[in-house]
């Protein structure tokens, strides 16, 4: 028994050297491959298992002996029974299957690390040189690395494409290094074929994009015929030249570059074709074309000081040419009213309250200017109505503007330049749009203003007055209501309402009479009479209804609570539709044009401006005097 345990024993340590030595020999193997990860993992096997068979079988070895020894004692001095003999044996056996285990697990942690670090080193980018004879399009790569293969490839193909015209020059994007890319992946990460070509296939779309960033660089538009600035000694705009376009032919360059890849011409110099391109609009079209598209006429007050307020104001405005696209700002035009450029003091509306404002009046020329606006077919951008109703427009067609405050604006939202003529004489403000028609031949746009109600009277107001007699009261003004607007787009096709959608709706505030009284029971002296720029207690409309002189409107925390807080109702039109943060002090939520009320118009034919050819003109109603 005791020999059999020491042959099992025996067969252990030698099959554990075995697969030691197999173990190590393939350690070698893999470090003589480049693979220092797994020779690393080799190495620590090897060593484990010789070092640790052999102490096992010398202690198996030493085990047996002692037992040997043990039974040749026991029989010269005294015979072990049976069960000691079998207690023996059992442990015998028991120490071989440990020692067995210790050498099966030893393998399975060296194979596992082996196997580990192999898959490891699979999944990595292969910087060792490739053995197998392989060739690029005739260029050879065995024997390198995968950078020095690309390397090789690449100097081989540069990538130097240009497209040209005149003295441009354009560098095309690197199309093909994504394609070395994936050719470099199947040979180093796959079994590698002998011969491999560069592949120019599925760049059509790049090669699209290329030509249009050529075309984004290169392209331009050509210029209409079209007015270009004012002469303000003949009174006349001044026209330039249309000019040639532009455009590069894009659908020849992406093929021309397609072609030259399919040739592997990775520097080639493509020379693009681009077109002439021809306005629309020559000089003399224009000249034949432009015309007066659009007219408002406002009647003013006799009060001088306002009137040359209005005067100045439209000599700023007339002659402003906007290109397409360009927007109008009325405070930018027109700029700060002092009285260093002539303005004087007027009649304007400050918090609500009537007092004399530098540049009082000039409220008037935005109005007016912007009904001619609406009715030409032009965008407003910008407006905002008076705290109170004006006269000299429909209440809902006004436009308040303020240095530092409102403002009137429009962009021209037309294909050609447009003009501004305005005017003033005789009483009689007046804007003209000269351009080439914007609307549809046979449309009209126009704006409808409708009271919607009254919101009522206001508490009277009691002034002193030392000159009455006491006890005595007398009216300074009887005051008005306040007043809810709604203003219609109104648009004719041939002279048949095709749409009369509601653009936008305001409400005004009212007037509170004005009561004098003398409560001291004594009389002042009467003093003299006022000039003509003092409002006139007798006649309380005269001045209140025209609007704020410079437009100034209220503070929202002094709004009519009857003010509207939304405009959901208003779409949005060619008037400008709703206006952004509009307050609750007779703000418009929206825009609208020219009015469509009751009109007054003066003795005579209405003339338009030279060379226009039509009859678009609109007279508002005479102020109340």
């Not at 071989?96 to 990595?124: N, P, R």
């Not at 804007?431 to 609307?439: A, D, E, F, T, W």
């Amino acid at each position: 028994m005791n020999k059999q345990m020491r042959y099992d024993d025996d067969k252990i340590y030698n099959s554990g050297r075995s697969r030691a030595r197999g173990n190590h020999s393939r350690g070698r193997a893999g470090s003589s491959a480049g693979s220092s990860v797994r020779g690393g993992g080799a190495s620590r096997s090897g060593p484990s298992s010789r070092n640790g068979a052999p102490s096992r079988n010398r202690a198996s070895s030493g085990h047996g002996s002692s037992g040997y020894g043990a039974r040749r004692g026991g029989s010269k001095k005294h015979k072990k029974s049976g069960g000691e003999f079998k207690t023996i044996a059992m442990g015998g056996v028991l120490l071989i299957a440990a020692v067995a285990t210790i050498v099966f697990l030893s393998k399975g942690i060296t194979g596992g690390i082996s196997e580990t670090e192999s898959e490891t080193e699979t999944t990595m980018v292969p910087t060792t040189e490739l053995q197998k004879e392989v060739t690029v399009d005739n260029i050879p790569i065995t024997g390198m690395s995968r950078n020095e293969a690309r390397d090789a490839i690449l100097k081989n193909y540069p990538w130097d494409m240009k497209v040209t015209w005149q003295e441009e020059v354009y560098q095309v994007a690197d199309l093909m290094g994504g394609k070395v890319d994936a050719l470099l992946d199947e040979v180093y990460l796959g079994e590698p074929k002998e011969h491999y070509t560069l592949d120019t296939s599925g760049l059509e779309e790049a090669a699209k994009a290329e030509a249009a960033n050529v075309a984004a660089k290169w392209d331009k538009a050509p210029k209409n015929g079209a007015i270009s600035s004012y002469d303000k000694d003949t009174d006349k705009f001044l026209f330039t030249g249309a000019e040639q376009g532009q455009a590069v032919n894009q659908d020849k360059l992406a093929q021309d570059i397609t072609e030259a890849l399919g040739r592997k011409e990775f520097d080639a110099v493509i020379v693009a074709v681009v077109d002439t391109v021809e306005p629309e609009v020559s000089e003399a079209t224009a000249r034949e074309k432009y015309k007066t598209i659009s007219t408002c006429i406002t009647k003013t007050t006799s009060n001088s000081k306002r009137n040359t307020n209005i005067k100045l104001a439209a000599q700023a405005i007339n002659g402003t040419v906007l290109q397409p696209g360009e927007e109008f700002s009325f405070n930018k035009t027109v700029g700060q009213r002092t009285e260093a450029k002539g303005y004087k003091g007027a009649a304007a509306y400050n918090n609500g309250e009537v007092v004399e404002e530098i540049g009082g009046g000039v409220c008037q020329v935005s109005s007016t200017l912007y009904n001619a606006v609406l009715r030409a077919g032009l965008k407003t951008t910008k407006r905002q109505s008076h705290t109170y109703e004006p006269s000299y427009v429909d209440p809902g067609s006004d436009a308040t503007v303020s240095w530092n405050g409102p403002d009137y604006k429009f962009v021209n939202n037309s294909d050609t330049a447009i003009g501004i003529r305005a005017s003033y004489a005789d009483q009689t403000m007046t804007v003209s749009i000269y351009g080439m028609p914007i609307l549809e031949e046979g449309v009209t746009y126009s704006l409808k203003c409708s009271k919607i109600k009254d919101t009522g009277e206001l508490p009277p107001v009691i002034e002193e007055d030392p000159t009455l007699q006491p006890g005595e009261e007398k009216v300074k003004s009887k005051g008005s209501q306040g007043s809810q607007w709604e203003a219609r787009l109104v648009i004719k096709k041939d002279g048949e309402i095709i749409s009369q959608e509601v653009d936008h709706t305001v409400t005004y505030k009212g007037h509170a009479p004005v009561i004098l009284k003398n409560t001291s029971g004594t009389v002042a002296p009467t003093e003299s009479l006022p000039d003509e720029s003092t409002i006139n207690p007798n006649e309380p409309l005269t001045i209140a209804p025209e609007g704020a002189g410079d437009g100034f409107t209220q503070p929202a925390e002094s709004a009519s609570s009857n003010a509207p807080t939304s405009s959901s109702a208003s779409p949005q039109g060619p008037g400008g539709g709703q206006a952004p943060g509009g307050n609750a002090v007779g703000e418009a939520p929206g825009a609208g044009g020219a009015p469509t009320g009751p009109q007054t118009v003066p003795a005579g034919p209405v003339e338009p401006s030279p060379g226009d050819g039509s009859n678009n003109a609109f007279v508002a109603p005479i102020p109340i005097n």
